[in-house]
């Protein structure tokens, strides 16, 4: 697993590498590589594409995990306190 540095502008420089059945392998300037559904683009990819990817925390998403996380929890708790 390579480790990802952003740049100052807080995104990273990627290029397309490859796509292979529908699927973009993703080269990321620095280190690393990401392979990503080529539909999932909200724009056309085409191989030897450059293009920056930025990273937004997502604070809904973490909260709903964390509720059905500790939703389920405490099912499991309930049904071995059962036993």
Do not use: H
């Not at 059945?21 to 594409?49: L, Q, S, T």
């Not at 929890?73 to 059962?82: A, T, V, Y």
């Amino acid at each position: 697993m390579a480790i990802l540095k952003l740049s100052q502008g807080g995104f990273m420089k990627c290029s397309v590498d490859r796509i292979e059945e529908g699927i973009a392998v993703i080269i990321v300037k620095g280190g690393g590589r990401m392979e990503i559904p080529a539909k999932k683009f909200p724009f056309k990819i085409r191989e030897g594409d450059f293009f920056e990817v930025t990273f937004t925390p997502d604070v809904k998403e973490k909260d709903r995990v964390k509720k059905n996380i500790s939703a389920i929890r405490k099912r499991l708790l309930k049904r071995s306190q059962n036993k």
